[in-house]
């Protein structure tokens, strides 16, 4: 298995441009989450899904993140408009059938808002 | 808000010595995992321990978990250079609480 993917590696964009980081979890994974990393704040959970289905938003910073699992294979989060504060690193992980089993990381995604 | 929270922050040591890295959280837990995050990528779980457990053992690694101080320790024996890295503990709120929250982390330097 290739592990969780997430795409891109590296992302640079302007204040007020939207978005979009990827992620493909583990088959067979049913469960999902999306950390932020920043070395003021440490890893801060931002949602996670088990079933596709939005379990815990409430890391959600605000009205400007969102995320979607449309199926079990695929899922993205997006900042629409980014802000610099938005600058970090954002990792995706997965996990099988029990909730609170180990999670596998993906390698992230290195975001830098100018 | 943090659940964990690791101590010392940082840790530098001398290869073959032993390195002794520790997290304390604030509420009930089912588990406790310890990572590991190598600068640069993503983190890799090293150890879970379960609520009803005290020790746990992998190869060099020896976790010890006290519900009753809500303390884990994590010991790494004859360390390497490659064990750099940063060490995390995460527990999730107990019950079905499955939020895992991770603490800042101990920055290990293991010294050849």
């Known amino acids: 298995d290739a592990g969780v993917i997430q795409s891109p590696r590296h992302e640079v964009t302007e204040m007020g441009q939207e978005v979009t980081l990827r992620c493909k979890p583990i088959?067979?994974?049913?469960?999902l989450f999306w950390y932020r990393q920043t070395m003021m704040r440490g890893l801060e959970l931002l949602i996670y899904f088990n079933n596709n289905v939005p379990i815990d938003d409430s890391g959600m910073p605000e009205d400007r993140f969102s995320a979607k699992m449309p199926n079990a294979s695929f899922s993205t989060l997006k900042i629409q408009p980014s802000e610099p504060r938005d600058s970090a690193v954002y990792f995706c992980?997965?996990?099988?059938?029990?909730?609170?089993?180990?999670?596998?990381f993906g390698s992230g995604t290195q975001l830098s808002v100018l | 808000s943090q659940q964990g929270e690791e101590d010392p922050q940082a840790l530098s040591i001398q290869e073959g010595e032993n390195a002794t890295m520790n997290c304390s959280y604030k509420t009930s837990i089912n588990n406790l995992q310890w990572y590991r995050q190598n600068s640069g990528r993503g983190l890799v779980h090293l150890i879970l321990i379960r609520s009803n457990e005290r020790e746990k053992h992998s190869g060099r690694l020896r976790v010890t978990l006290d519900t009753s101080k809500k303390s884990s320790s994590l010991l790494i024996t004859a360390s390497r250079a490659a064990d750099t890295a940063s060490y995390f503990c995460a527990t999730d709120g107990g019950g079905s609480n499955y939020k895992l929250t991770f603490g800042k982390g101990t920055l290990l330097t293991v010294n050849p």
């Open positions: 992980a997965s996990s099988s059938i029990d909730l609170n089993e180990k999670l596998f």
């Open positions: 088959s067979g994974h049913n469960s």
